[in-house]
């Protein structure tokens, strides 16, 4: 019973192998390493190579007795993907078709996909339900509502069973403090938060603060990244015990500011952090934050962390690991 995780020398992979090999479960990494870094894994087995060499997938699933995946293998930045959409198509979409071949040909139907609240745009009413229109507005989250499609026609056609889970912002590190995010291969908001705060970046540009919202600064649903890590777990119990296919948002349903994030970064660092007022960024929604109650029903998971959980441990992780990995 081995679990294969592609992508899992990233931010979010690298936390739940943690929570899957902790929680008893023998686990397999395949990584291009594109993006990702090896010492977020530790002595956990790693296969360097891509998702798109079906007969590597086929050849890790049989030698390691794989019977779930959980997939993260994908580019994720949304400014990166309009201006070279081609490689996101490539990798992300035509990737996830030779990984499931792969796997299948191995004998292995069961999938956690990560996919994204970035399929819904800007959504037209909130809490956001998994049942809001999908709307994409860059080539990043569209490969990712095509990566849903293309894993559910897996299961129409060659009964592949999956989850798909939409994560809304994922931030912090593990508490422990032994893992956390990039911050050097990042546009978002919580690391360049603290590299500001750590005076390893000039102040933050705060986009906007002529929005409709409480204090005129954008609002998203900020979720630990432990907290994405139980979900997946409690993802893969859901297959594995014969669970429907599903997809769920994974949110706390809260949504927090940035100015919200700024001061409570200001209150747990104990020093200001150095910012300015700009315009707002081109197609950045007003606020977004999730309806999570379908997660709870169906995986009976709930977030657990809090913002001041987030802003604690990502500060930890960035103050003890100014260069990352590295
Ligand atoms: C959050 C808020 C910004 C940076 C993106 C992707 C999404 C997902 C998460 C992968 C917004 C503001 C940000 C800064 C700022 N990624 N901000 N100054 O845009 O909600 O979502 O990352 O799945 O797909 O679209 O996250 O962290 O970029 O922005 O004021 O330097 O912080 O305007 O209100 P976003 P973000």
Redesign the pocket.
Known sequence: MTILVTGGAGYIGSHTVRLLRSSGRDVVVLDSLERGHRESLFDTPLVVGSIADESLVERVCRDFEVTDIVHFAAY?S?GESMETPGMYWLNNVQGTVHLVEGALAAGVNRLVFSS?A?VYGSPASLPVRESAPLAPENV??ETKAVMERVISWYGVTRGLRWASLR?F?AAGAAADGAIGEDWSIT???VP?VMKAALGASGP?????TDYPTPDGT?V?DYIHVEDLATAHVAALDHLATGGADITVNLGTGRGAS?LEVLRETERVSGRPVPHEFVSR?PG?PAE?YADASLAAQLLGWKATHTLADIIESAYAWHSAHPTGFR
């Open positions: 994720k949304a994204s970035a990043y989250a994560y912002n546009t978002n908001l360049l933050l540009k705060v986009f906007g954008g998203r940035v960024r950045d977004v």
